[in-house]
């Protein structure tokens, strides 16, 4: 479906394509409407079955470029699916169970339904994860304590997606792995949407003050400030956006780490560990990929050698749009990383 919310958010890529295009001797050309689809025109393969003097074509749309199989990029989005190819080939996937809308229920003839995924939540013991299984962004990703907490996130979930994930959570520090054809291309630890007190203004405040850095970075990010899930963080934390947090107090505000709910985010490419870029870059190839955000939970740091770790999912389409802007030597990262995907695509 198409809105206008969109319009801005995924801009970014195509301005991008559209600029470094004529360093590979390509052109970009967009749809003039939305800007969010656009064709990636290659000179010099004249012929039949060629698209002609200007050569062969490449599509994208949002951040879905026209590089990664069809097959592959669709069990990639259904997170129950691909981590159970992963467990299966070895992998160490965060485990979990589906369960489903009510009119979902009924139109497959099940019944693994909201109260099912309660009893389910409560025999693994809470706090449980909870996610819808199609979604991207920490859109719907809640850490939930108890039932009211509970059916709240879940027909949240329902709201736009017919089946959700519940999961026991695992700890530890949140990583993102970019790869492209076998190369590490960025890693960058995200850190979840917080702010640091200064002895005199209120979380709220804080919060605030953090979206206008967002604002001055142009960054798309909008701090949702009546999320549910930041009052239950506080809540468990005995705060309130109303509390005033010791000078250098650190608050935590979601417990998803990612960058369009307001996480910050550190590069470690230059740190990362070998044995995760061959995991990273296996995982990408197993999966029948050739260019993957591998996300990782580690119970330690990426530059130490693997041994307490989880892959918490992939993603076929890792949108770096609100990476790109959290910082100048960022955007230099994406750019280089896209110039290499525009390569690629001439394959």
């Given amino acids: 479906m198409r809105c206008v919310k969109y319009k801005s958010e995924h801009l970014i890529l195509a301005n991008i394509l559209k600029r470094l295009a004529p360093r590979v001797g390509a052109r970009v050309v967009l749809e003039p409407e939305w800007r969010i689809a656009g064709q990636i025109r290659y000179p010099g393969r004249v012929g039949p079955g060629r698209a002609g003097k200007d050569g062969h074509n490449r599509y994208f749309r949002y951040n879905t470029l026209d590089l990664n199989p069809v097959g592959a990029s669709d069990i990639s989005k259904d997170k129950d699916y691909a981590a159970f190819f992963m467990r299966h080939m070895g992998y160490p996937a965060v485990r979990g169970k589906t369960f489903f809308s009510q009119e979902w229920c009924e139109a497959i003839g099940s019944r693994r339904d909201i109260k099912a995924a ?6 693994i013991g809470f706090p449980v994860i909870v996610k819808p299984n199609s979604g991207s962004q920490g859109v719907g990703v809640a850490l939930v304590h ?49 702010v640091v007190g200064d002895g005199k203004a209120t979380i709220l405040q804080l919060l605030k003050k953090k979206q206008h850095s967002f604002d001055a970075l142009k960054r798309d990010t909008r701090i949702k400030f009546k999320d549910p899930r930041i009052a239950n963080k506080l809540k468990s934390q005995k705060l309130s956006l109303r509390s005033i947090p010791k000078k250098g107090q650190q ?52 530059s130490d050698p693997p041994k307490n770790y989880w892959i918490l999912e992939i993603n076929a389409a890792p949108g770096l749009d609100h990476y ?17 995907v525009l390569k690629s695509l001439n394959r």
């Fill in 251 to 302: 608050i935590f505000l979601l417990d998803n780490a990612n960058l369009s709910t307001g996480g910050d985010s550190v590069d470690v490419t230059s740190t990362i560990h070998p044995a995760f870029k061959k995991i990273a870059v296996k995982l990408t190839r197993d999966m029948g990929l050739r260019l993957c955000g591998v996300d990782l939970m580690i119970n330690g740091i990426i």
């Fill in 146 to 194: 108890n039932q009211r907490e509970f059916f709240r996130a879940m027909k949240l979930i329902f709201r736009n997606d017919k089946v959700a994930i519940v999961q026991k959570p695992v700890s530890g520090r949140d990583y993102r792995i970019v790869v492209l054809d076998k190369t590490i291309i960025s890693a960058y630890e995200r850190i979840p949407l917080n």
């Fill in 324 to 340: 790109v802007k959290t910082g100048k030597a960022q955007e230099e990262i994406v750019e280089k990383l896209y110039l290499k």
């Fill in 118 to 123: 309660l009893s389910y939540a409560k025999k």
